[in-house]
């Protein structure tokens, strides 16, 4: 227990906030690194995983390669990379890019997949363009899933961005090295605790995000339609749904 | 007109879903196309705005053959009516009904009127424009899927079961709707369906399909009904049993029409029928208003 106050009293001491190592200089580092990171993935994944989920095609590959990559130790490839390109913050950016790659690309195409075929199929009889299919049925339904995807992707980032720290000095995972290799266990735990908030604080944004973008209309993001509703002739009856509600 | 020459369709995995299908289509007139199932009628239909292409073969419209016109653009002149309506779930209703001429360029404000009159032509209230499709029954689901499918004054109008998943009432509702909407219209509508009493009600042209899409026999439902082509049509439309061989029978002091099962099937009414059935071809006996069994 005496740890704990250490590590609190650690947290809140004001002298440890300021300066160039100070723990405010370390949470926008943080912070900016998932980000930056979660970006990367991003622009890798997303368009993948919309071709995929829009063609059907090289599912099994996808499938096949975010289980390799979720496979690879993630310290073992940023050591790997950072003897092969040197010391700094390029081998934490493509190992944690590594890591987010898979939840983001099985958010993109799931999302994709999980629409009722039949809102497809009518969307291209009535004259959508492949494109026009994408942008206005496919994305807007396919949403709630990505963004299910790119939340859990930064649960994984934002905890293992501290490693960004054994190569480079950067981020909170900095107070963890810091003190370790001083014996300072306050202030390793301190770190900990302070990175386990950061988690805490992004999750809850991507909850209220995820609940923001299940369209209007659509009461859970995985089915789109309702076909047990549709028999019955309820003219004027209650709304069935509680998001489209005004 | 709609003419399919000789076309064959083959799948990938080596199903012949049609297999050298001619037919003529007429103007505004309906063709109804029914068959049980894999005839091959949703293939036909979807092959009409290229969604499905032919392997073998030409499709015409109007003199024009299909396969030099751009998909996309095709399918913008022609209305698609599904089974389980096919409305776009996070779109309202009238964003629903006005997705196609939007895409087509009209201006935002007039296709949203569009869409409203629209909603009256298919006897949908204007109040429920802004509701999303989830919150709408079965059948005003299928009400909705029609105005879209009208939305962009198309000459040809094609519908794949449309009331299919709908219950019996709300089903013979919507088809008195749109035989009146075929009368003020005048579209050429091809209907797919495998309920003979569905293709004998709607259809000026009736085509009953064997598998493989192999014609059975083209006519009125009056011709089908009198002159049925083979044993398998016979059967097909029931023609050889149950309530559609009816004869005369003197009961008490009247004359009732009784089918081969002694099943008492209603009277001969002089001068048609006594109320709202179709004003077409169609003066056979087994009209579902004339009582009987239910469908």
Wanted: proline share 6%; net charge neutral.
């Amino acid at each position: 227990m005496n740890l704990f106050v250490d590590a609190l009293n650690w947290i809140l001491d004001p002298a440890n906030y300021t300066g160039p190592g100070g723990i405010s200089v370390r949470l926008v580092e943080h912070l900016g690194f998932t980000v930056v990171a979660l970006l990367m993935a991003s622009a890798i994944a997303i368009p993948c995983g919309f071709v995929i989920g829009h063609t059907g095609r090289g599912r099994g590959l996808a499938v096949a390669t975010s289980g390799g990559l979720r496979a690879i130790p993630t310290l073992g490839l940023l050591t790997l990379v950072a003897l092969w390109i040197g010391i700094g913050l390029g081998a934490p950016y493509v190992a944690l890019t590594v890591l987010a790659i898979p939840p983001i690309l099985a958010g993109a195409y799931t999302g994709f997949e999980a629409i009722d075929r039949a809102v497809i199929d009518s969307a291209r009889s009535v004259g959508m363009s492949e494109a026009q299919i994408v942008r206005t049925v496919e994305i807007p339904l396919g949403l709630p899933l990505l963004i299910a995807g790119l939340r859990s992707a930064t649960l994984q980032v934002v905890a293992t961005a501290t490693l960004a720290a054994y190569v480079a000095d950067f981020g909170l995972g900095r107070f963890l090295f810091a003190g370790l290799k001083t014996r300072d266990y306050g202030e390793m735990l301190g770190g900990s605790i302070l990175v386990i908030l950061l988690a805490f604080a992004l999750e809850g944004i991507f909850t209220v995000v995820q609940r923001l973008v299940v369209p209007r209309g659509v009461a859970s993001g995985r089915l789109p339609v309702d076909r047990a509703r549709s028999a019955r002739p309820s003219p004027g009856m209650e709304p069935a749904i509680t998001e489209g509600n005004h | 007109m709609i003419e399919f020459r000789s076309v064959s369709k083959q799948f990938p995995d080596g199903t012949l879903a049609v297999e050298d299908f001619s037919l003529t289509l007429p103007s505004h007139q309906t063709t109804v196309l029914v068959g049980s199932s894999g005839s091959g009628k949703t293939t036909l239909l979807r092959m009409i705005n290229r969604m499905v292409d032919p392997s073998s073969g030409a499709i015409e419209i109007d003199g024009v053959g299909i396969h030099t016109l751009e998909p996309v653009q095709l399918r913008r002149r022609i209305g698609y009516v599904m089974q389980n309506s096919g409305l776009l779930p996070h779109r309202t209703v009238i964003d629903n009904v006005a997705t196609v001429p939007l895409l087509r360029g009209t201006p935002k404000k007039n296709a949203r009127q569009d869409a409203l009159a629209l909603l009256d032509t298919v006897g949908l209230d204007r109040s429920l424009a802004d509701r999303y499709p989830s919150q709408l029954s079965g059948g005003q689901q299928q009400r909705v899927g029609v105005a879209r499918g009208l939305a962009v004054n198309p000459n040809i109008l094609l519908m794949d079961e449309p009331f299919g998943a709908v219950d019996p009432i709300v089903r013979a509702e919507l088809q008195q709707e749109l035989i009146r909407l075929q009368s003020e219209l005048g579209k050429t509508v091809v209907f797919v369906t495998h309920d003979i009493e569905e293709a004998f009600l709607l259809g000026d042209q009736v085509v009953i399909l064997r598998e493989g899409g192999r014609i059975a026999q083209i006519g009125s439902p009056a011709e089908i009904l009198a002159n049925p082509a083979d044993d398998f049509v016979a059967s097909f439309v029931g023609a050889d049993r149950g309530k559609r061989a009816l004869h005369l029978e003197r009961r008490g002091d009247g004359d009732v029409l009784v089918d081969s099962e002694g099943r008492l099937a209603g009277v001969l009414v002089p001068g048609g029928r006594p109320h709202e059935t179709k004003a077409g071809p169609f003066p056979g006996p087994g009209a579902p208003a004339q009582g009987g069994e239910p469908q």
